[in-house]
């Protein structure tokens, strides 16, 4: 089942290419807004399913491209992001070891919107495409063998990243929760439509070219080993978002009026556009193409505020 909010954040299930509006059969779960509805949802799936399931089998819907797509969790209680958790195509001897960090949830926004590059003093804006779980129930501590369990669905995930940052010491926090940085949508597909999360194409398009192209399988530290570790640090709550991390090699600067795209498999399509009030530019290569030419993988600005001086 694939799950998104439209419109006015009506409550949806795709189906081919129209969306049956379901809000009617979960209005009454307690909820100050969308975030807390579908968080509640989540939470009790499995007693609305049926339901769920019996009118989108009767209703034939609407055309889902006429629909302004929201994004379909407004309001994670958290969001959890692996840190440096691919093996590079290989390229890594070993894996790093397990690491993560919390992204502000305050910074999600949804198809067609913007990316908001701030007035800040960084080297690059990047954006790491990722496939992300949605947690399904309340994981405290639980084991690898159980970790699956705990996982609801999956969603596109765009990780925005503000790299240079300064000082050196105070990095994750500064370059990772700024307003817009974490992109999400179109839908949530549930987790039974998912045969093998580790083995998913992950592909980001920056203005029709073909930028980051690798495999779930590439992970170092796989799914129930990052739910395990998380959840040993902090409980996950239904409605809540673990990124599951990028290969970088792929990585490239976001300027003004990009088009970005991600696509991991199964998961549909999410489109931004990028917005830059002070115009800056970059070079358009990417880590891969730096580093065979003998550079540092991160981009340093050529032109605009905060450009390095000659």
Same mark, same amino acid.
């Given at each position: 089942?694939?799950?998104?909010?439209?419109?006015?954040?009506?409550?949806?299930?795709?189906?081919?290419?129209?969306?049956?509006?379901?809000?009617?059969?979960?209005?009454?779960?307690?909820?100050s807004?969308?975030?807390?509805?579908?968080?509640?949802?989540?939470?009790? #799936?499995?007693? *609305?399913?049926?339901?769920?399931?019996?009118?989108?089998?009767?209703?034939?819907?609407?055309p889902?491209?006429?629909?302004?797509i929201?994004?379909?969790?407004?309001?994670?209680?958290?969001?959890d992001?692996?840190?440096?958790?691919?093996?590079?195509?290989?390229?890594?001897?070993?894996?790093?070891?397990?690491?993560?960090?919390?992204?502000?949830?305050?910074?999600?926004?949804?198809?067609?919107?913007?990316?908001?590059?701030?007035?800040?003093?960084?080297?690059?804006?990047?954006?790491?495409?990722?496939?992300?779980?949605?947690?399904? =129930?309340?994981?405290?501590?639980?084991?690898?063998?159980?970790?699956?369990?705990?996982?609801?669905?999956?969603?596109? #995930?765009?990780?925005?990243?503000?790299?240079?940052?300064?000082?050196?010491?105070?990095? *994750?926090?500064?370059?990772?929760?700024r307003?817009? *940085?974490?992109?999400?949508?179109?839908?949530?597909?549930?987790?039974?439509?998912?045969?093998?999360?580790?083995?998913?194409?992950?592909?980001?398009?920056?203005?029709?070219?073909?930028?980051? $192209?690798? $495999?779930t $399988?590439?992970?170092?530290? =796989?799914?129930?080993?990052?739910?395990?570790?998380?959840?040993?640090?902090?409980?996950?709550?239904?409605?809540?978002i673990?990124?599951?991390?990028?290969?970088?090699?792929?990585?490239?600067?976001?300027q003004h009026?990009?088009?970005v795209?991600?696509?991991v498999?199964?998961?549909?399509?999410?489109?931004?556009?990028?917005?830059?009030?002070?115009?800056?530019?970059?070079t358009?290569?990417?880590?891969?193409?730096?580093?065979?030419?003998g550079?540092?993988?991160?981009?340093?600005q050529?032109?605009?505020?905060?450009?390095?001086t =000659?």
């Open positions: 089942m694939k799950i998104l909010y439209f419109n006015d954040f009506r409550l949806g299930i795709l189906k081919g290419d129209h969306v049956v509006d379901v809000t009617s059969l979960v209005e009454n779960i307690p909820h807004g969308p975030g807390d509805l579908i968080n509640g949802v989540i939470e009790h #799936f499995d007693d *609305f399913r049926p339901r769920i399931e019996a009118l989108v089998a009767k209703e034939s819907g609407v889902y491209a006429g629909l302004r929201r994004p379909p969790l407004p309001k994670p209680t958290t969001i992001c692996m840190a440096v958790n691919y093996m590079e195509d290989g390229t890594k001897s070993e894996p790093a070891p397990i690491n993560a960090f919390l992204k502000s949830p305050t910074a999600i926004i949804g198809p067609g919107e913007k990316m908001v590059l701030p007035d800040m003093a960084a080297s690059v804006f990047e954006g790491e495409a990722e496939l992300a779980l949605v947690i399904g =129930k309340r994981a405290s501590r639980v084991s690898q063998a159980d970790a699956m369990k705990h996982v609801f669905g999956y969603v596109n #995930f765009i990780d925005g990243s503000a790299r240079g940052v300064k000082p050196d010491t105070n990095v *994750f926090y500064q370059m990772k929760s307003q817009t *940085f974490a992109p999400i949508g179109p839908y949530i597909v549930t987790a039974d439509e998912i045969k093998d999360p580790q083995e998913l194409k992950v592909q980001l398009w920056v203005n029709g070219n073909l930028r980051q $192209n690798f $495999n $399988n590439d992970m170092a530290h =796989k799914i129930p080993r990052c739910i395990e570790w998380v959840s040993h640090i902090h409980d996950l709550l239904p409605g809540d673990l990124a599951t991390g990028t290969n970088h090699r792929g990585l490239n600067a976001f009026n990009d088009k795209e991600l696509e498999e199964g998961m549909g399509r999410l489109e931004i556009t990028v917005h830059d009030d002070l115009h800056r530019t970059w358009r290569d990417t880590r891969l193409e730096r580093e065979q030419k550079l540092s993988v991160i981009n340093d050529l032109t605009g505020k905060y450009a390095p =000659k």
